[in-house]
């Protein structure tokens, strides 16, 4: 089997929180989030036969507990990523997902085999905005894709859940809305960097955040993740 490959950190510690992972990047993304910081993977061919990986895995055995698979979004490869989870798993890894779930068979599937441990999920905007950011027909699909995982954390078939917002400056008022639909997953709000963009402070997040009465994580360039809010 191939896999498209985007790149390798053997040692990674900011991609799953609290863990020491070891990061596979796939290659390839259909969406084309305006600030995507990995361009570089969103296109093009890098074809590794999956022996190649699962090897690159095993070597960061002896630092990393965990696997963390992020692109480009992994999703695309369906079953390279489900071959990968297994590999890993007999192995002994824990196993997170950092995805945009515009295919949410794959992340059913991957859940039904109890392949994942850990799904970082992006919530990019609103419903009502979704395809004009991505520049393709995706809400329906993420939709079906948070539904997944709100029901297989409440379920406790997966340990955690993340549902990450990158939020810019001017669309804090989509906040409230989006927390709604994420009752009951970790919610991360995530400072948008982008040319042209003044980025949210620390506290200007904070700030939007203020009103949701629920815990948050901060992501800032400044500060790193920060908790904020009441403990429950
Ligand atoms: S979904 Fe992620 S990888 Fe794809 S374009 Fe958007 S930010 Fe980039």
Redesign the pocket.
Known sequence: MYVNFGGFVPISTVDWRGRAACTVFLRG?????F?????A??DGEDLRDADEIVAMIRESRTVAGAVVFS???PTLQGPALAHLAAAARKMGFSVGLHT?GIFPRVIEDLLAKHLVDMISL?I?TTWERYDDL?ELTAADAVKRSLALCKRAKADGSLETCLAVVTLFRGREEDLPAIAQDTRGLDLVLQQGVAPGFVPLTRQELEAAAAPLGRRVHIRTREDGEVVYGPKA
């Not at 993304?29 to 989030?33: E, S, T």
């Not at 600030?35 to 361009?39: A, L, S």
């Open positions: 993304c259909p969406a084309r989030c600030y995507c910081h990995n361009i993977i969103q692109g480009g979004e945009n992006d990019k991505l």
